[in-house]
Protein backbone atom coordinates (compact mmCIF):
# COMPACT_ATOMS: atom_id res chain seq x y z
CA UNK A 1 0.00 0.00 0.00
CA UNK A 2 1.16 3.67 -0.76
CA UNK A 3 0.31 7.21 1.02
CA UNK A 4 -2.81 9.01 -0.89
CA UNK A 5 -2.01 12.62 -0.20
CA UNK A 6 -5.85 13.09 -1.68
CA UNK A 7 -7.86 11.83 1.33
CA UNK A 8 -11.35 13.52 2.35
CA UNK A 9 -9.64 14.49 4.97
CA UNK A 10 -6.35 15.61 3.99
CA UNK A 11 -4.36 13.52 5.68
CA UNK A 12 -2.63 10.66 4.39
CA UNK A 13 -4.11 7.73 4.26
CA UNK A 14 -3.44 4.23 2.51
CA UNK A 15 -4.47 2.43 -0.32
CA UNK A 16 -3.44 -0.37 -2.93
CA UNK A 17 -0.29 0.16 -5.16
CA UNK A 18 -2.45 1.01 -8.47
CA UNK A 19 -0.70 -0.78 -11.13
CA UNK A 20 -1.34 -0.92 -15.03
CA UNK A 21 -0.44 -3.96 -16.72
CA UNK A 22 -0.13 -3.91 -20.85
CA UNK A 23 -0.90 -6.60 -22.54
CA UNK A 24 -3.59 -5.46 -24.92
CA UNK A 25 -6.60 -8.37 -25.38
CA UNK A 26 -6.94 -10.82 -22.64
CA UNK A 27 -7.30 -13.88 -24.50
CA UNK A 28 -6.36 -17.00 -23.00
CA UNK A 29 -2.58 -17.30 -24.43
CA UNK A 30 0.83 -17.97 -22.51
CA UNK A 31 1.31 -14.50 -21.11
CA UNK A 32 -2.22 -13.44 -20.38
CA UNK A 33 -2.92 -16.64 -18.40
CA UNK A 34 0.14 -16.00 -16.39
CA UNK A 35 -1.36 -12.55 -15.69
CA UNK A 36 -4.45 -13.86 -14.74
CA UNK A 37 -3.16 -16.04 -12.66
CA UNK A 38 -1.32 -13.54 -10.94
CA UNK A 39 -4.83 -11.56 -10.44
CA UNK A 40 -6.24 -14.25 -8.87
CA UNK A 41 -3.91 -14.57 -6.16
CA UNK A 42 -2.38 -11.64 -5.70
CA UNK A 43 -3.27 -9.41 -2.23
CA UNK A 44 -5.87 -6.79 -3.79
CA UNK A 45 -6.28 -5.51 -0.37
CA UNK A 46 -2.27 -4.01 -1.31
CA UNK A 47 -2.89 -4.00 -5.22
CA UNK A 48 -4.68 -2.74 -7.97
CA UNK A 49 -4.64 -4.61 -10.97
CA UNK A 50 -5.32 -2.66 -14.04
CA UNK A 51 -5.65 -4.15 -17.78
CA UNK A 52 -5.17 -1.84 -20.76
CA UNK A 53 -7.07 -3.15 -23.79
CA UNK A 54 -8.13 -2.75 -27.33
CA UNK A 55 -11.19 -0.81 -28.32
CA UNK A 56 -13.57 -3.12 -29.88
CA UNK A 57 -12.12 -6.23 -28.32
CA UNK A 58 -13.08 -8.40 -25.97
CA UNK A 59 -10.96 -10.87 -23.96
CA UNK A 60 -11.29 -14.31 -22.89
CA UNK A 61 -10.76 -13.05 -18.99
CA UNK A 62 -12.63 -9.74 -19.42
CA UNK A 63 -15.25 -10.56 -17.41
CA UNK A 64 -13.02 -12.69 -14.59
CA UNK A 65 -10.49 -9.33 -14.40
CA UNK A 66 -13.95 -7.35 -13.44
CA UNK A 67 -15.40 -10.28 -10.98
CA UNK A 68 -11.86 -9.74 -9.37
CA UNK A 69 -12.18 -5.86 -9.15
CA UNK A 70 -9.83 -5.24 -12.33
CA UNK A 71 -10.32 -2.38 -14.38
CA UNK A 72 -10.12 -2.69 -18.90
CA UNK A 73 -9.25 0.65 -19.89
CA UNK A 74 -9.63 0.73 -23.66
CA UNK A 75 -7.16 2.28 -26.31
CA UNK A 76 -7.21 2.40 -30.08
CA UNK A 77 -5.18 -0.37 -31.79
CA UNK A 78 -1.71 0.68 -31.53
CA UNK A 79 -0.92 -0.15 -35.43
CA UNK A 80 -2.53 3.54 -35.40
CA UNK A 81 0.40 5.27 -33.04
CA UNK A 82 -0.43 8.56 -32.88
CA UNK A 83 -4.05 7.60 -31.82
CA UNK A 84 -2.79 4.51 -29.53
CA UNK A 85 -0.07 7.12 -27.86
CA UNK A 86 -3.03 10.07 -27.24
CA UNK A 87 -5.45 7.24 -26.09
CA UNK A 88 -2.71 5.48 -23.55
CA UNK A 89 -1.82 9.52 -22.14
CA UNK A 90 -5.29 10.10 -21.41
CA UNK A 91 -5.35 6.81 -19.48
CA UNK A 92 -2.53 7.68 -17.55
CA UNK A 93 -3.20 11.08 -17.17
CA UNK A 94 -7.19 9.75 -15.52
CA UNK A 95 -5.66 7.66 -13.48
CA UNK A 96 -2.73 7.81 -10.47
CA UNK A 97 -0.28 5.06 -10.93
CA UNK A 98 2.40 4.13 -8.91
CA UNK A 99 3.34 1.30 -11.51
CA UNK A 100 3.35 0.39 -15.24
CA UNK A 101 4.25 -3.41 -16.36
CA UNK A 102 4.42 -3.36 -20.25
CA UNK A 103 4.65 -6.61 -21.81
CA UNK A 104 4.43 -6.41 -25.19
CA UNK A 105 7.66 -6.45 -26.35
CA UNK A 106 9.27 -3.26 -28.20
CA UNK A 107 6.29 -1.84 -28.29
CA UNK A 108 6.42 -1.43 -24.59
CA UNK A 109 9.00 1.07 -25.46
CA UNK A 110 6.29 3.69 -26.61
CA UNK A 111 4.21 2.32 -23.87
CA UNK A 112 6.82 3.31 -21.13
CA UNK A 113 7.88 6.34 -22.76
CA UNK A 114 4.33 7.62 -21.99
CA UNK A 115 4.43 6.57 -18.82
CA UNK A 116 7.70 8.59 -18.33
CA UNK A 117 6.01 11.60 -19.63
CA UNK A 118 3.08 11.31 -17.34
CA UNK A 119 5.38 11.01 -14.14
CA UNK A 120 4.68 7.04 -13.55
CA UNK A 121 7.21 6.78 -10.65
CA UNK A 122 7.91 2.46 -11.46
CA UNK A 123 8.29 1.64 -15.40
CA UNK A 124 8.65 -2.16 -15.94
CA UNK A 125 9.31 -3.82 -19.08
CA UNK A 126 8.78 -7.37 -19.22
CA UNK A 127 10.18 -9.51 -22.32
CA UNK A 128 8.36 -13.30 -22.75
CA UNK A 129 9.95 -13.65 -26.03
CA UNK A 130 12.89 -14.39 -27.59
CA UNK A 131 13.04 -12.67 -31.02
CA UNK A 132 16.68 -12.64 -31.94
CA UNK A 133 16.05 -14.88 -34.81
CA UNK A 134 12.99 -13.46 -36.21
CA UNK A 135 14.42 -9.82 -36.26
CA UNK A 136 17.33 -10.99 -38.16
CA UNK A 137 14.80 -11.85 -41.42
CA UNK A 138 12.88 -7.99 -41.03
CA UNK A 139 13.37 -5.50 -43.41
CA UNK A 140 16.08 -2.79 -42.87
CA UNK A 141 13.73 -0.19 -41.65
CA UNK A 142 11.76 -2.69 -39.09
CA UNK A 143 15.12 -3.94 -37.93
CA UNK A 144 15.67 -0.12 -37.46
CA UNK A 145 12.70 0.64 -35.52
CA UNK A 146 13.56 -2.45 -33.00
CA UNK A 147 16.63 -0.92 -32.43
CA UNK A 148 15.37 2.88 -31.85
CA UNK A 149 12.74 0.78 -29.58
CA UNK A 150 14.98 -0.98 -27.49
CA UNK A 151 16.82 2.53 -26.62
CA UNK A 152 13.59 4.06 -25.92
CA UNK A 153 12.79 1.22 -23.23
CA UNK A 154 16.49 1.44 -21.95
CA UNK A 155 15.93 4.81 -21.18
CA UNK A 156 13.03 5.00 -19.69
CA UNK A 157 12.39 1.70 -18.16
CA UNK A 158 13.45 1.40 -14.48
CA UNK A 159 13.10 -2.67 -13.84
CA UNK A 160 13.09 -5.02 -16.26
CA UNK A 161 11.94 -8.97 -16.05
CA UNK A 162 12.39 -11.62 -18.73
CA UNK A 163 10.85 -15.32 -18.80
CA UNK A 164 14.14 -16.63 -19.56
CA UNK A 165 18.13 -15.72 -20.14
CA UNK A 166 17.38 -15.94 -23.87
CA UNK A 167 14.74 -13.56 -23.68
CA UNK A 168 16.45 -10.79 -21.47
CA UNK A 169 19.30 -11.31 -24.14
CA UNK A 170 16.57 -10.59 -26.82
CA UNK A 171 14.95 -7.06 -25.01
CA UNK A 172 18.11 -6.05 -23.11
CA UNK A 173 21.29 -7.40 -25.02
CA UNK A 174 23.75 -10.13 -24.92
CA UNK A 175 25.58 -7.92 -21.46
CA UNK A 176 21.93 -7.65 -19.45
CA UNK A 177 23.54 -9.21 -16.69
CA UNK A 178 25.50 -5.93 -16.92
CA UNK A 179 22.40 -3.83 -15.91
CA UNK A 180 21.18 -4.30 -12.30
CA UNK A 181 17.70 -2.64 -13.70
CA UNK A 182 17.09 -6.35 -16.13
CA UNK A 183 16.22 -9.71 -14.20
CA UNK A 184 14.88 -13.08 -14.60
CA UNK A 185 11.53 -14.15 -13.31
CA UNK A 186 10.50 -17.72 -14.63
CA UNK A 187 6.44 -17.44 -15.27
CA UNK A 188 4.96 -20.12 -12.68
CA UNK A 189 1.72 -22.30 -14.06
CA UNK A 190 -1.65 -22.74 -11.56
CA UNK A 191 -1.02 -26.32 -9.96
CA UNK A 192 -4.09 -27.34 -8.73
CA UNK A 193 -5.61 -28.13 -11.85
CA UNK A 194 -3.25 -30.43 -12.41
CA UNK A 195 -3.77 -32.11 -9.10
CA UNK A 196 -7.72 -32.97 -9.91
CA UNK A 197 -7.11 -33.67 -14.17
CA UNK A 198 -10.36 -35.65 -15.64
CA UNK A 199 -9.12 -39.12 -16.54
CA UNK A 200 -8.05 -39.84 -20.05
CA UNK A 201 -10.56 -41.80 -21.31
CA UNK A 202 -13.62 -39.36 -19.93
CA UNK A 203 -11.81 -36.27 -21.61
CA UNK A 204 -11.61 -38.49 -25.08
CA UNK A 205 -15.12 -39.36 -24.24
CA UNK A 206 -15.57 -35.74 -25.10
CA UNK A 207 -13.42 -34.67 -27.39
CA UNK A 208 -14.63 -37.72 -29.74
CA UNK A 209 -11.52 -39.17 -29.59
CA UNK A 210 -10.84 -42.84 -29.90
CA UNK A 211 -10.12 -44.58 -26.69
CA UNK A 212 -6.89 -46.26 -28.05
CA UNK A 213 -5.84 -43.70 -30.55
CA UNK A 214 -2.16 -42.61 -30.02
CA UNK A 215 -2.42 -38.92 -29.47
CA UNK A 216 0.04 -36.64 -30.19
CA UNK A 217 -0.83 -32.66 -28.93
CA UNK A 218 0.02 -28.98 -29.19
CA UNK A 219 -1.50 -26.12 -26.93
CA UNK A 220 -0.56 -22.71 -28.71
CA UNK A 221 -2.58 -19.59 -30.35
CA UNK A 222 -2.00 -20.47 -34.11
CA UNK A 223 0.63 -17.81 -35.33
CA UNK A 224 3.89 -18.21 -37.16
CA UNK A 225 6.02 -18.71 -34.64
CA UNK A 226 4.57 -21.63 -32.97
CA UNK A 227 5.10 -23.92 -36.74
CA UNK A 228 1.83 -25.74 -36.96
CA UNK A 229 2.58 -26.23 -40.53
CA UNK A 230 5.83 -28.24 -39.88
CA UNK A 231 4.04 -30.38 -36.84
CA UNK A 232 0.72 -30.94 -39.31
CA UNK A 233 3.03 -32.51 -41.91
CA UNK A 234 4.80 -34.62 -39.78
CA UNK A 235 1.47 -36.04 -38.87
CA UNK A 236 0.07 -36.47 -42.17
CA UNK A 237 3.16 -38.64 -42.99
CA UNK A 238 2.99 -40.48 -40.01
CA UNK A 239 -1.06 -40.98 -39.86
CA UNK A 240 0.24 -43.68 -42.84
CA UNK A 241 2.40 -45.32 -40.60
CA UNK A 242 0.52 -45.89 -37.77
CA UNK A 243 -3.55 -45.97 -38.36
CA UNK A 244 -4.27 -45.16 -34.47
CA UNK A 245 -2.43 -41.89 -34.67
CA UNK A 246 -4.72 -38.84 -33.54
CA UNK A 247 -3.71 -34.88 -33.67
CA UNK A 248 -5.10 -32.61 -30.82
CA UNK A 249 -4.63 -28.93 -31.31
CA UNK A 250 -5.76 -26.64 -28.53
CA UNK A 251 -5.91 -22.84 -29.07
CA UNK A 252 -7.04 -19.95 -31.55
CA UNK A 253 -5.47 -17.38 -33.65
CA UNK A 254 -5.17 -16.13 -37.73
CA UNK A 255 -3.78 -18.91 -39.40
CA UNK A 256 -6.48 -21.50 -38.00
CA UNK A 257 -8.45 -21.59 -41.00
CA UNK A 258 -5.28 -21.93 -43.15
CA UNK A 259 -4.28 -25.12 -40.89
CA UNK A 260 -7.62 -26.68 -40.73
CA UNK A 261 -8.21 -26.12 -44.68
CA UNK A 262 -4.54 -28.21 -44.94
CA UNK A 263 -5.98 -31.01 -42.78
CA UNK A 264 -9.10 -30.88 -45.47
CA UNK A 265 -6.94 -31.68 -48.03
CA UNK A 266 -4.93 -34.11 -46.76
CA UNK A 267 -8.39 -36.12 -46.20
CA UNK A 268 -7.58 -36.67 -42.53
CA UNK A 269 -10.14 -34.21 -40.98
CA UNK A 270 -11.24 -37.33 -38.69
CA UNK A 271 -8.06 -37.71 -37.43
CA UNK A 272 -7.49 -34.22 -36.38
CA UNK A 273 -8.80 -32.48 -33.40
CA UNK A 274 -9.13 -28.63 -33.60
CA UNK A 275 -10.66 -27.64 -30.11
CA UNK A 276 -9.88 -23.49 -30.43
CA UNK A 277 -9.51 -21.85 -26.99
CA UNK A 278 -9.84 -23.83 -23.18
CA UNK A 279 -10.28 -23.18 -19.93
CA UNK A 280 -9.47 -26.19 -18.73
CA UNK A 281 -5.72 -27.15 -20.09
CA UNK A 282 -5.07 -29.72 -17.90
CA UNK A 283 -8.14 -31.72 -18.80
CA UNK A 284 -6.89 -31.55 -22.55
CA UNK A 285 -3.48 -32.91 -21.89
CA UNK A 286 -4.87 -35.44 -20.14
CA UNK A 287 -6.20 -36.67 -23.48
CA UNK A 288 -2.80 -36.94 -25.28
CA UNK A 289 0.11 -39.62 -24.93
CA UNK A 290 3.01 -37.33 -26.34
CA UNK A 291 3.29 -33.12 -26.56
CA UNK A 292 5.01 -32.07 -29.59
CA UNK A 293 5.79 -28.35 -29.60
CA UNK A 294 8.35 -27.52 -32.71
CA UNK A 295 8.40 -23.59 -32.12
CA UNK A 296 10.55 -21.26 -34.41
CA UNK A 297 11.08 -19.04 -31.00
CA UNK A 298 9.62 -18.68 -27.69
CA UNK A 299 10.55 -16.85 -25.00
CA UNK A 300 9.99 -20.22 -22.39
CA UNK A 301 7.38 -22.14 -23.36
CA UNK A 302 5.02 -22.00 -20.82
CA UNK A 303 2.48 -24.46 -22.28
CA UNK A 304 5.68 -27.26 -21.87
CA UNK A 305 5.86 -26.58 -18.60
CA UNK A 306 2.10 -27.61 -18.38
CA UNK A 307 2.64 -30.45 -20.39
CA UNK A 308 5.08 -31.63 -17.91
CA UNK A 309 2.93 -31.11 -15.03
CA UNK A 310 0.26 -33.34 -16.68
CA UNK A 311 2.93 -35.86 -16.98
CA UNK A 312 3.64 -35.72 -20.20
CA UNK A 313 7.11 -36.47 -22.37
CA UNK A 314 7.51 -33.51 -24.72
CA UNK A 315 9.35 -33.08 -27.74
CA UNK A 316 10.06 -29.53 -28.44
CA UNK A 317 12.26 -28.08 -30.75
CA UNK A 318 15.98 -26.46 -29.91
CA UNK A 319 15.14 -22.86 -30.14
CA UNK A 320 13.61 -23.41 -26.96
CA UNK A 321 15.47 -22.43 -23.64
CA UNK A 322 17.19 -25.40 -21.60
CA UNK A 323 15.15 -23.35 -18.56
CA UNK A 324 12.01 -24.98 -19.60
CA UNK A 325 13.03 -28.51 -18.73
CA UNK A 326 11.51 -28.15 -15.07
CA UNK A 327 11.36 -32.01 -14.69
CA UNK A 328 14.34 -34.16 -15.64
CA UNK A 329 14.35 -36.24 -18.28
CA UNK A 330 10.74 -34.79 -19.21
CA UNK A 331 11.66 -33.03 -22.15
CA UNK A 332 13.66 -33.78 -25.35
CA UNK A 333 15.40 -31.19 -27.66
CA UNK A 334 15.40 -31.09 -31.38
CA UNK A 335 16.40 -28.84 -34.24
CA UNK A 336 14.50 -28.19 -36.76
CA UNK A 337 16.66 -27.53 -39.95
CA UNK A 338 16.82 -30.23 -42.41
CA UNK A 339 15.38 -32.83 -39.41
CA UNK A 340 12.35 -33.77 -40.86
CA UNK A 341 12.53 -37.55 -40.87
CA UNK A 342 14.31 -37.74 -36.91
CA UNK A 343 11.22 -35.75 -35.99
CA UNK A 344 9.03 -38.15 -37.34
CA UNK A 345 11.49 -41.17 -36.30
CA UNK A 346 11.55 -40.20 -32.48
CA UNK A 347 7.34 -39.20 -32.05
CA UNK A 348 6.96 -42.79 -33.23
CA UNK A 349 9.28 -44.54 -30.20
CA UNK A 350 8.54 -41.60 -27.96
CA UNK A 351 4.56 -43.29 -28.41
CA UNK A 352 5.93 -46.73 -26.89
CA UNK A 353 7.07 -45.57 -23.96
CA UNK A 354 5.53 -44.37 -20.96
CA UNK A 355 4.85 -41.12 -19.56
CA UNK A 356 6.41 -39.24 -17.00
CA UNK A 357 5.49 -39.47 -12.91
CA UNK A 358 2.74 -36.99 -12.58
CA UNK A 359 3.27 -36.82 -8.63
CA UNK A 360 6.81 -36.48 -9.45
CA UNK A 361 6.72 -34.21 -11.48
CA UNK A 362 4.11 -32.22 -9.60
CA UNK A 363 6.80 -31.88 -6.55
CA UNK A 364 9.21 -31.17 -8.46
CA UNK A 365 7.26 -27.91 -10.48
CA UNK A 366 5.55 -27.14 -6.89
CA UNK A 367 9.08 -26.68 -5.20
CA UNK A 368 10.69 -24.93 -8.30
CA UNK A 369 10.58 -20.97 -9.08
CA UNK A 370 7.64 -22.20 -11.99
CA UNK A 371 5.11 -22.48 -9.51
CA UNK A 372 2.69 -19.42 -9.89
CA UNK A 373 2.75 -18.64 -5.96
CA UNK A 374 5.82 -18.07 -5.97
CA UNK A 375 5.73 -15.53 -9.11
CA UNK A 376 3.16 -13.84 -7.02
CA UNK A 377 5.01 -13.46 -3.96
CA UNK A 378 8.07 -12.16 -5.49
CA UNK A 379 5.75 -9.62 -7.21
CA UNK A 380 4.56 -8.08 -4.58
CA UNK A 381 7.54 -7.87 -2.59
CA UNK A 382 8.90 -6.19 -6.31
CA UNK A 383 6.10 -3.92 -6.51
CA UNK A 384 6.43 -2.63 -2.95
CA UNK A 385 10.41 -2.23 -2.96
CA UNK A 386 10.24 -0.65 -6.24
CA UNK A 387 7.78 1.95 -4.46
CA UNK A 388 9.95 2.36 -1.41
CA UNK A 389 7.55 0.75 0.94
CA UNK A 390 9.86 -1.98 1.98
CA UNK A 391 13.69 -3.41 1.98
CA UNK A 392 14.87 -5.46 -0.82
CA UNK A 393 13.61 -9.42 -0.17
CA UNK A 394 12.84 -10.91 -4.02
CA UNK A 395 14.26 -13.56 -5.39
CA UNK A 396 13.93 -14.97 -8.71
Not at 216 to 234: A, P, Q, S, T, Y
Not at 296 to 309: C, H, I, K, N, T
Amino acid sequence: MTQDKNSPDGKPSQRPLRILHVAFTMHARGTETWLMNVLRRIDRNRFQLDFLTIKDEEGFYDKEIKALGGNLLACPHPSNKGAFLRGLKEVLEKNNYDIVHAHPYTLSGLVLMQAARANVPVRIVHSHTDRRKATRDKSFLKQLYIKSMKKVLSKTATYGLAASGDAAKSLFGDKWKNDPRWNVMYCGIDLEPFKKMKSKKEIRTELGIPEKADVIGHVGGFHFEKNHEFLIDRFITLSKKNMRLHLLLVGDGPLKERMIDKVRTSGLEGRVTFTGTRGDISNVLSAMDLFVFPSLFEGLGLAVVEAQAAGLRCLVSDTLPYEVEVVEGAVEFLPLDNNEDNWEKIILERLQTTGIDRGRALAQIESSPFNIQHNVTMLMDLYETLNGIREQNYAA
